[in-house]
């Protein structure tokens, strides 16, 4: 069972982004207490400055993940130069179905992501993560991804 990545068809990126702006806009009422306009404004505003030309934008690398011919999961990187982090690769969003959770496919993907990215010969490789994911912090210190900079908030009553 060796997971692989593959090129991301266009009905499989319509669906999976559509369904990360509407997860992205959520955090961003959650988290950074947004209203939800102005989040899924937010949401809208980011995708089409990162990703301007879809799945045909040339910086992004845009991935289904396979185990057996079955697709379990998906990631997307930028290469560096892209919009908003040109100093390195970065990390845009993994994510691995609910049904295929719990099973090792999030750190295949991200070392099959980071093999890609070597090819192309970035050599710095960066992500975000909301505070709260503590799922996702524990498997990204685990893959050696260290803290840059910290943003904190308190809500004031």
Do not use: C
Not at 13 to 23: E, K, M, P, S
Not at 98 to 127: K, W
């Amino acid at each position: 069972m060796s997971l692989v990545l593959v090129p991301m068809s266009g009905p499989d990126y319509d669906r999976r982004v559509a369904a990360l702006r509407r997860r992205y806009a959520a955090n961003l009422q959650q988290q950074r207490g947004m209203s939800g306009a102005d989040a899924e404004t937010e949401a809208r505003h980011q995708l089409e400055l990162v990703l301007p030309a879809g799945l045909g934008t040339a910086w992004a690398i845009l991935r289904s993940a396979q185990v057996d011919g079955e697709t379990v999961g998906w990631v997307w990187a930028t290469l560096p130069g892209a919009p908003g982090r040109p100093e390195m690769a970065w990390l845009h969003n993994i994510d691995v179905d609910p049904e295929h959770q719990s099973r090792g496919h999030g750190r295949a993907m991200i070392l099959a992501v980071e093999e890609e990215l070597r090819r192309h010969g970035a050599t710095r490789f960066g992500l975000n993560v909301f505070g709260g994911n503590s799922r996702a912090i524990a498997l990204y210190e685990s893959l050696g991804f260290t803290v840059m900079t910290q943003q904190m908030s308190k809500t004031l009553t």
